[in-house]
Each structure stands twice: as structure tokens, then as C-alpha cells.
């Protein structure tokens, strides 16, 4: 078994190191090497093999000298490329930050820094292998709008992984890694989560630094773990999460014992399972697996109510006006002048250089929703757009405050749909945008989100395979209510695993 | 249509975004399409609620306004398309004429 460290649990590879018993270079050539051989799914666009074997190296000798190992010891954790790094390129997916360097090939733009949840990482041990595939500027749901060609989901290489943090979660489910960081926006971790098989966290706003992770949207963006089990998740979630004073987003809320919450399991939870997550849309397979496990659930002892968040069905557009709206102003810093790519005709004075440079960088989905965003923010139309939006985002909150009053955990489907075909949803921008129509509520109302696996479904798309994809079970919680959430998910993963 | 070409046009310049030609008429009709699903919130009443700008700014102290060093210049431009030592290369846009 050439993988079969990468088989073990984030919590159990950083123990095997710590106690001496695997060796972290080990773990790091067979990482290396499992992204070699898994090139096709085009889960990593960088891959950091010096710099992962130097650190795996450093930890050997640490441990050699008796020294104490940190909490992810020897972990191979990807990185979103949309993360930056000091010693690694990173291009968030878009021809923008790419640049041809003197060997004549292109290359991601270099930070002069590390985002804090990679400082973070590093100081406790992690090998960081690489950098994850996403879709250009973290705005799609299936990772196909990268520079470097789409990424393809291993349960079925013709389907994508989800997107915008589909390298992340493909990395992770193909044990390539034991874990990864994505970013969630609207849905960007929990939905390539759930379409790859994974557990995916979108932790509180304000609970991880975003310092260091490129801007989309920033009253929305967070950073949150992938990893093969709940408890996993747990501890990288515990090593990136807390107070930093180089994001003054980020909120002063001491950070639990996540690792220690999944311990708890679901006894004495309630749960609600809102109506309006179970509509028209919903694949049926899909709504049985749900229905199955709440079943479980509630054999489990647990109360199990129905109840309604009944302006779920305004979170598209309200999504779509605020993030576009934010993005416009955040992709303004792309201009060329300070990095990334540069258009210049000769002659050309400084606006056109501005505008070539940008039709140049931008990808369609991105061009796409910088129009939308300024066109909502443009005069006559902000009123009707996006202060309207504001309002509805109001709506949205008070919905998830009134239902946390008598339920401890909300239930739903992470996704409508499995895993779609690559190209299938490409030219039709709404139906893409539907995907994340049961992900977008929670991250507009900052609250935190985990999708766990929990079954798999075969699909008869009349062609010869019939491919196993799996299916995921979303969970949800008042802010800043992480533990719960790990107990939740623990748990509802162990009652899962147990049929 | 609630979308037109001019309007596109006016957003893009805006934005300082040019447009090729031959992926207008595309841009127009799907712009028009997201504008006309996301209208969907007028069916809505908000007239007595309070808009939602962030979600968690109570939490979130502010840090002590004090100097602290930046990026040393070298550093700060070594990506930058085009720069002289002291600062970042542009085209010219003040008319010294």
C-alpha cells in the first residue's frame, strides 16, 4: 500500500508523528507522490515539493532533538490558491496574476507575505504540499473556470468537484492530502465538500483571520478546513481560528475546544429541519438520504421539529446583488500597475492601460459579475438593487434568530443536485448560481455551516458507467456556536458510519 | 429587456473593463437575465427594515493606531509590471502641456 498513510485521519497521522512512529518525510514523498500520479484530476496548479520535504526534514530533527511537535505535525494540507504564501505563487485561479517570468513560462504573482491561517499552519507542524485549484476569484460552483482548465471530481472524472474551493476538496477525497483550507463565500467550502465526499466547514465571520486571502466579497468571505472526518476538520479549524489584528473583521471571541466538542456527539441537541430546504429542485435521492438521517436522529433520542426560514428563497438574489456589488469594488485593485498582468499599447495613456489590462486578466464569469456588481452600485440603481438587498439580507437573518430561539442545530441538504457534468451548467450563469441556493442563506447571515457525508447514489446518466457519487448532509448554528456544530456533526458522522 | 447595450457600455467604463467586441451581445443578454431573476426581491416589502451592511462588526475591536513598518520598497515592487526604484511606472495621465 503505497498510500496508506494518507489513509489515516488528520488526528491519527499527527499522533503517529508526534509519538515517533512515522517519519514526517515519509508522509511528504507519499503526498508528493499521490499528487503526481493523480495529475489528471487537476486538483493542484502548484506543488511545493521543496519547500513540503525541507519542512517534513525540520520536523524529524525537531522530534530527534526531543523537541515538542505542534498540533498538525506532519499533516499534508493543501492550500486554496487563493491564500497567499511567501514561498509559493499564487494566481486565485486567474490569468490576472499570472506573469512570464525569464525561463518564458507563466507564473503566479509572489507574496512578499503569509496569510495568517498559513503562518498559523506552519507553526504547528503542517506540510504544506501545495497550492488547490479553484474557479478564477472563487466565483463559480464547479472549479471549471480556472486559468488552468477545470478540476474533476474522483467519484467520476466527467463531473466536476463543486466549486469555488473544488482543488481543496478533490486533494482531500483523493488522498492527496489528509486536509485542506478552502474559502467560503456563498457556499465555496460546503458544496465541493459535499460533492466530493468530504467534511467542510464555513466557520462564523469573523472567527479565522482573512489577512492573506485574496478579497471577493468581504462582508461574506471566510476561511474554513476540509478534511476525510469531522473531528479532523475540528482540530485544523481549532490551529487557524482566533483573533488576529491584521483583519479588523476578526472577531475577539475566544475559539473552543472543537476536537474535544465532537466527543459530545448529538444527545441533548434539537434539531430543525426547515421546510423550505425540501422543495421542488431537490434531487429525490438526495432528499431521501436527508430524510434518512434524520431519521437516525431522532431513533437517537434527539427532538427533531419542522420549522421555516421562509425567506430562503430571496438568498440567490440577494446573494448575487451584495457579492457582485463587493466584488467590483474588491477586483478594482487589479489594474495593473501594482502586479499581476499588464496590457499597454504604445502611446496608450493611463485609463486605456487600465482597461486593456483588465479585459486581458478577467475571465467571462468574472467580467460577468464586476458589470453586475458596479451596475447595482451605479447611480439611480443603487436604491433598487443593493440597498434593497441590504434589507432582504435583514430578512434573511431574522429568519435563522428566530428559529435558533426553539432549535439547537438546523438539518438540510448541503446541495440540490450531485455533482453535475463538466460544461453542463457553464453558459447558463443562473442555473450555476442555483447550486448554492441552500449554502448562500447561512453565509449571508454569518452564521456557521459544516457538511458532513452521509450516503452515496448512483446516477443513470445513460452512458456506460453508472457512477457512485456521494451525497451531503448540512449543518448549521447560531454564531460563534462552533462546539455545537462539532457535536452536531460528530455525531450525525457516527450514526452515518454506523449503518 | 430591462438591460441594453448602452447600459453595459456605461457600467463597463466604469468599471475600467474593455470589452471585446464580440462577447457584447452575449454579456448584454445575460446581464439582462441576472437582473431580471434578482428583481425578484421587489416582491418583497422592506420599507421598515433595517438594512444589514456586516454581521459581526460588535465582536471585532479595533487595534491601537500606532506606526508599525511596511513593506520595504524593493519588496513592494518587485512584482509590479513596471517600476523605477523609487516607485511604480505608469503611462501618463497628467496632460503637461
Not at chain 1, 480556472?146 to 488522498?175: F, L
Not at chain 1, 456521494?470 to 457516527?494: D, H, K, S, T
Amino acid at each position: 500500500m503505497t498510500q496508506s498513510l494518507l489513509s489515516l485521519s488528520v488526528t491519527e497521522l499527527a499522533e503517529r508523528v508526534r509519538g515517533g512512529a512515522v517519519p514526517a518525510v515519509e508522509i511528504a514523498d507519499q503526498s508528493l507522490r499521490a499528487i503526481r500520479e493523480r495529475s489528471d484530476l487537476n486538483a493542484f496548479c502548484h506543488v511545493a515539493e521543496e519547500s513540503a520535504l525541507a519542512a517534513a526534514r525540520r520536523l524529524d530533527e525537531q522530534r530527534r532533538g526531543g523537541r515538542p511537535l505542534g498540533k498538525l505535525a506532519g499533516v499534508p494540507i493543501a492550500l486554496k490558491d487563493a491564500l497567499c504564501t511567501h514561498d509559493q505563487p499564487t494566481s486565485c485561479g486567474s490569468r490576472m496574476l499570472l506573469r512570464s517570468g525569464d525561463d518564458g513560462r507563466e507564473h503566479g504573482w509572489r507574496s512578499p507575505y503569509d496569510a495568517t491561517v498559513v503562518e498559523r499552519l506552519r507553526a504547528e507542524g503542517a506540510l504544506l504540499v501545495g497550492k488547490a485549484n479553484m474557479d478564477e476569484f472563487a466565483m463559480g460552483s464547479s472549479s471549471e473556470t480556472c486559468v488552468y482548465g477545470p478540476t474533476r471530481n474522483p467519484w467520476d472524472p466527467e463531473r466536476i468537484p463543486g466549486g469555488s474551493s473544488g482543488g481543496s476538496a478533490v486533494a482531500v477525497a483523493a488522498r492527496l492530502t489528509s486536509a485542506a483550507l478552502g474559502s467560503d463565500t456563498g457556499g465555496s467550502i460546503r458544496q465541493p465538500a459535499a460533492h466530493c465526499g468530504v467534511v467542510g466547514v464555513k466557520p462564523t465571520y469573523g472567527r479565522v483571520s482573512r489577512y492573506g486571502l485574496v478579497a471577493f466579497a468581504s462582508s461574506l468571505d471566510q476561511v474554513g478546513p476540509m478534511a476525510r472526518d469531522v473531528r479532523g476538520a475540528a482540530r485544523v479549524l481549532e490551529v487557524i481560528a482566533g483573533h488576529d489584528p491584521k483583519d479588523s473583521t476578526s472577531a475577539d471571541v475566544p475559539v473552543g475546544d472543537y476536537e474535544a466538542a465532537c466527543e459530545r456527539g448529538v444527545s441533548g441537541l434539537r434539531f430543525g429541519v426547515p421546510a423550505e430546504y425540501f422543495g421542488d429542485g431537490l434531487d429525490p435521492s438526495i432528499r431521501a438520504a436527508i430524510e434518512g438521517v434524520i431519521a437516525k436522529i431522532e431513533a437517537a433520542g434527539c427532538t427533531v421539529t419542522p420549522v421555516s426560514l421562509p425567506h430562503t428563497d430571496y438568498g440567490v438574489a440577494t446573494y448575487y446583488i451584495l457579492a457582485t456589488a463587493e466584488a467590483s469594488s474588491n477586483l478594482a485593485r487589479f489594474d495593473g500597475v501594482r502586479f499581476g498582468k499588464r496590457v499597454e499599447a504604445p502611446g496608450a495613456d493611463l485609463q486605456a492601460m487600465y482597461g486593456a489590462s483588465r479585459n486581458a486578466g478577467f475571465g467571462r464569469e468574472v467580467k460577468r459579475r464586476i458589470l453586475l456588481g458596479t451596475y447595482v452600485l451605479s447611480a439611480g440603481y443603487y436604491d433598487a438593487y443593493y440597498a434593497k438587498a441590504q434589507r432582504v439580507r435583514t430578512l434573511i437573518r431574522q429568519d435563522f434568530d428566530r428559529v435558533f430561539q426553539d432549535v439547537d442545530v438546523l438539518i438540510t441538504p448541503t446541495s440540490p443536485t450531485v455533482a453535475f457534468r463538466i460544461g453542463e451548467r457553464l453558459d447558463d450563469p443562473l442555473a450555476m448560481y442555483m447550486a448554492d441556493v441552500y449554502t448562500l442563506p447561512a453565509s449571508l447571515a454569518g452564521i456557521p455551516g459544516i457538511s458532513v457525508p452521509c450516503g452515496l447514489t448512483t446516477v443513470q446518466d445513460g452512458r456506460d458507467s453508472s457512477p457512485e457519487l456521494p451525497i451531503g448532509v448540512q449543518l448549521l448554528c447560531p454564531m460563534f456556536e462552533e462546539e455545537r456544530l462539532f457535536a452536531a456533526a460528530a455525531g450525525v458522522e457516527e450514526l452515518v458510519r454506523a449503518t | 429587456m430591462t438591460i441594453t447595450r448602452d447600459d453595459v457600455l456605461r457600467v463597463a467604463t466604469l468599471a475600467r473593463l474593455d470589452l471585446d467586441d464580440d462577447s457584447l451581445d452575449e454579456l448584454v443578454h445575460e446581464l439582462d437575465r441576472i437582473v431580471g431573476y434578482v428583481r425578484k426581491l421587489d416582491e418583497l416589502d422592506t420599507s421598515d427594515v433595517p438594512p444589514t451592511t456586516q454581521v459581526a462588526v460588535s465582536s471585532a475591536p479595533l487595534r491601537p493606531d500606532e506606526a508599525r513598518p511596511g513593506l520595504p520598497t524593493e519588496v513592494a515592487l518587485r512584482e509590479a509590471p513596471r517600476s523605477t526604484p523609487e516607485g511604480f511606472r505608469v503611462p501618463a495621465f497628467v496632460d503637461e502641456t
